[in-house]
């Protein structure tokens, strides 16, 4: 059973303001399975019988505490951080959204036991939450004592890392059954960026975002060495500062991967990437003409080219459109709104296969 209060937006104080709340919540906490408290603010007073209702739900899957901690002051903010850390302890949690609270580097020692005690946890989602590289690396800790590496899903997105953190990686490394792994608008830098993406070539991925942060040639190298070893659906490589160099770097690696037909005359091929994000990544003419020949021999269901510096695009256009494709050279929507539609769908598929 669902339990939501999403996106009322409202703030609540003290303990009368949630008092209606737990009466509802206290009717058969058994047999909620889903909580859902995004954009509602409690402070500590409002928020204590919540938790311990929170610690009746033993059989609670699902939570969701997306911007939850807004507009409380610090104190405040790891005041309820504590408790309901304390309160999903022994859970069988499966999802867990902390995104959007300005949780920054000072993650306290209740959450991290609970995150590193969490081995039924699927999907992890802990984006724009203020991280830096010292929470990021709390977090690769917490993998790292997991006794079951089941996480399949993690966005760390807009958390600042600058320079990729190094235990981070390490709990990364271990997480074995991961398929969705959402690492952009972090502006790491190129050759820690770069020196990390061969851990990855081991796990099963199926979406890799690493846009707006920066590549060097190996680690362009690398993302096509992915792209053979790999079913990656989504691979969102945009804003990354490739320039020419690193695409050719990438399509020369990538096209590598060996196509292989069904039954004779069958046009289909078998690779299922949906997705090609190369916006924004300072290349030329000529590294878009080496991506004709390459979509066409993986068909490549939509490609972004937009922010780039290309003459004319005919040739490619009409490649894709043989089988399908289609070829953004503009910006379709405002940029968080991209990043909210990816989010969503990318999450709402995972879920359903929970």
Known sequence: ????????????IDKSDTESIVKDLMINPEKITELDLTSNVF????????????????????????EIFTTLVKEDMLSCFVMVSKALMNKNLEVLDLSNNALSSDLPNEFLDLLS???????????????????????????????????????????RFFKFPQILAIGLSTLKNLRVLHLEFNTIEKDSMSSFLPLLL?????????????????GCQTLGEMFCVMDLKELMIGD???????????????????????????????????LLDLSYNDFEQ????????????????KLLINGNYFEETDKLKTTMEKYGGVLVEEDEYKEEEIIKEEIDENLLGMVSNL
Do not use: W
């Open 43 to 66: 402070k500590p007073k409002a928020f204590e019988g919540i938790c311990e209702c929170i610690e009746k739900m033993k059989n609670l899957k699902f939570v969701v505490l997306d």
């Open 286 to 301: 000529e590294s878009l003409n080496l991506l004709v020949d390459f979509v066409e021999k993986y068909q490549i269901r």
């Open 240 to 274: 990354c500062l490739m320039h020419d160099e690193g695409v050719k770097a990438f399509l020369k690696e990538a096209s590598t991967r060996p196509v292989t037909l069904g039954l004779p005359g069958d046009i289909e091929v078998n690779v299922n990437c949906e």
């Open 1 to 12: 059973m669902l339990f939501s209060l999403k996106n009322q937006e409202k703030k609540y």
């Open 202 to 218: 081991d796990k099963p991925l199926e979406i890799l975002d690493i846009r707006d942060n920066f590549l060097n040639l190996k």
């Open 117 to 159: 005690s969490l081995d039924s946890l699927k999907v992890l989602k802990v984006r724009n939450c203020g991280l830096g590289l010292m929470g990021a690396d709390k977090l690769g800790e917490c993998f790292t004592r997991l006794k079951k590496g089941n996480l399949e899903y993690l966005d760390l997105a807009q958390n």
